[in-house]
């Protein structure tokens, strides 16, 4: 029998026909992550040689093993942004019609980057959870498998001074890798030392990370010696797959998986149709995914160590010792809103951890500018009353504490009349933070708003840009990150018109820098704001309606690459 597809117009059909025979050729081209591509591939050959076909045109269907960061950098620079750490495709990546990734943080991340980009279906084909992997001996010394450990057991155990040698795959290159860092970061609360566990956390994993995946494999223990025990990787966000497969290769020392709670939305496999595909392939592509979603294809899985959507696993899965017979489902569309909540992940969530993770591995310079003006003593009721300045000021020395010794940072301050009729002062120039983290931490008080003050902001942010533009560096992120919460009310400065003119003249290509414009309550104008970082064509802009949130808005920004057009 043959999954045959039927269109008419814009609907779509199925019908369980007998081999009634083809004629010419539809090709859709799948790339999936490279650990499921097989049983996509072997389900896909078995599909098409029954006879599968689109109105009487025959389906072919070609799929390729790729690392989804390689995927997702070639859809960002179709859509002229960039991804945080993916790096750039080169212009040389095809672009195919059908993208399985092995996880829907892929499409959130293009989709918060990008707003055109919209894929279809999204239904999970399969799915693999997010574990700790630990050597053996390891695991046992700490109570695997009889104890059952959290998250937070994890966490206490990298910022206490334990011995435990954490490493992880680059969170913005890899999904395990990201869900563990959502996950640490959970495990870490909201409370008064949540950030400074975060950041030591943070800090911890950071010095073992690697790039790909296969080289943080090769940092695992490969023998029983206590030596090599003792300075090799301990512990590491990975997925189940990962660990099944590490272990069927027989080392010496195999890897336990931990399924730590609470647990993480799993790796899923979105089954996601990219949008500038045609409807004869859509349709052909909805009928492949009705064949992927065949009791057959569970047992063709479980051959790669993958899970069925549901959780459940089919015949011959070789899990881990102390892998549950099922896992939390991931069967939900996840290429728009209602998948995206279903899955539990959150591009906000996702970008601020991904921000985090940039402060304090990627190398870059920023000048940070404080709006001072009279608007910052308004109240912020949702953080007890105190003023804006106050909540700006604790989300500046929490973001400071993020950022490595590789970053350089300087400090001004904006209002009116800062130093004669020029509105903005500086406080500390960008300096190496290696031999200025204290100056610009104590600049930090010195956020004071000035009763009265307008706020000079056209004046300012041309001044800041071309600053950071001047004394740019290669092989940085150079950046001017502006924090206000009013509009241009500057008499003696220049318009908004004159801003945008000099903007685009000083704009330069090999030498970008990224305007970051970070607005503070109701009170923002956000096409003011757009209109000056669009004119720039790198940059955005990022509106905390609520100040208190203020911190966590900081981090979406630094995360972000996305890159303005004009």
């Known amino acids: 029998m043959a999954i045959v597809v039927v269109l008419a117009g814009s609907w779509l059909g199925y019908q369980s026909l007998a081999d009634a025979g083809c004629s010419g050729q539809i090709k859709l081209t799948v790339a999936a992550a490279t650990e499921i591509a097989p049983a996509v591939d072997q389900a896909a050959q078995q599909w098409t040689a029954g006879g599968a076909n689109v109105n009487g045109t025959c389906v072919a269907v070609s799929v390729t093993g790729v690392n989804p960061a390689a995927t997702a950098a070639a859809v960002a620079a179709k859509h002229g942004v960039s991804l945080t750490g993916v790096g750039s495709s080169g212009g040389s990546t095809v672009l195919p019609d059908v993208w399985i990734a092995d996880s829907t943080t892929w499409l959130l991340r293009l989709r918060s980057e990008a707003s055109g ?67 640490l970061g959970g495990a870490a609360g909201t409370g008064a030392n949540a950030k400074a566990t975060q950041v030591g956390a943070l800090r911890a994993l950071a010095a073992g990370s690697s790039s790909l995946r296969d080289d943080l494999m090769q940092k695992f223990p490969r023998s029983l ?4 025990l003792a300075s090799a990787v301990s512990a590491a966000p990975l997925s189940e797959e990962d660990v099944i497969a590490y272990n069927a290769e027989r080392p010496q020392v195999n890897l336990a998986a931990l399924y730590l709670d609470p647990m993480p939305p799993p790796l899923n496999y979105p089954f996601a149709v990219m949008p500038e595909v045609d409807l004869s392939k859509s349709a052909a592509a909805t009928g492949l995914r009705v064949a992927l979603q065949q009791a057959s294809f569970k047992n063709q899985l479980a051959t790669v160590g993958l899970r069925a959507p549901d959780g459940s696993v089919g015949a011959g899965f070789a899990g881990p010792v102390g892998a549950p017979k099922a896992s939390p489902g991931a069967d939900a569309p996840a290429s728009g809103t209602e998948g995206t909540a279903a899955a539990g992940l959150d591009a906000s969530a996702i970008n601020q951890v991904l921000g985090s993770w940039g402060a304090i591995t990627l190398p870059g310079r920023a000048l940070a500018v404080f709006d001072v003006s009279g608007s910052m ?43 004669g009729k020029r509105p903005w002062k500086q406080i500390v120039p960008i300096s190496p933070l290696t031999s200025a983290r204290t100056r610009v931490q104590e600049s930090i008080e010195q956020i004071q708003p000035k009763p009265q003050g307008g706020t000079g902001l056209y004046d300012t942010a041309l001044a ?31 318009d908004q018109r004159t801003l945008v003119t000099k903007l685009r003249k000083l704009a330069d290509p090999k030498r970008p820098v990224r305007m970051v414009i970070i607005g503070i309550g109701p009170g923002v104008d956000r096409n003011e704001l757009e209109t000056i970082t669009d004119a720039t064509g790198s940059g955005g802009v990022y509106i905390a309606q609520d100040p208190a949130k203020i911190g966590d808005i900081f981090l979406e920004a630094i995360s972000s690459r996305a890159v303005s057009t004009r």
């Not at 010696?225 to 090599?228: F, G, L, N, V, Y």
């Not at 533009?469 to 001017?480: E, F, I």
């Open 117 to 183: 980009f919209v894929p279809t279906d999204g239904h999970s084909i399969a799915q693999s959870p997010v574990v700790v992997a630990m050597p053996v001996p390891i695991a046992q010394q700490i109570g695997w498998p009889d104890r059952k450990l959290g998250w937070s057991d994890l966490l206490k155990k990298m910022t206490t001074g334990n011995s435990l040698r954490t490493g992880i795959v680059d969170p913005t290159r890899d999904a395990a890798g990201l869900a563990g860092l959502l996950a």
């Open 377 to 419: 003593l308004d109240e912020v009721p949702t953080a007890g009353g105190v003023d804006r300045a106050t909540v700006t000021r604790l989300a500046a020395s929490q973001g400071l504490a993020l950022f490595d010794d590789k970053w350089a940072v300087g400090v001004w301050l904006f209002s009116t009349e800062m130093v």
């Open 464 to 494: 800041a840009y071309q600053n950071v533009q001047d004394s740019w560096q290669a092989g940085r992120v150079n950046s001017v990150l502006l924090f206000t919460d009013g509009q241009n009310e500057n008499k003696d400065g220049i």
């Open 225 to 228: 010696d206590p030596a090599d």
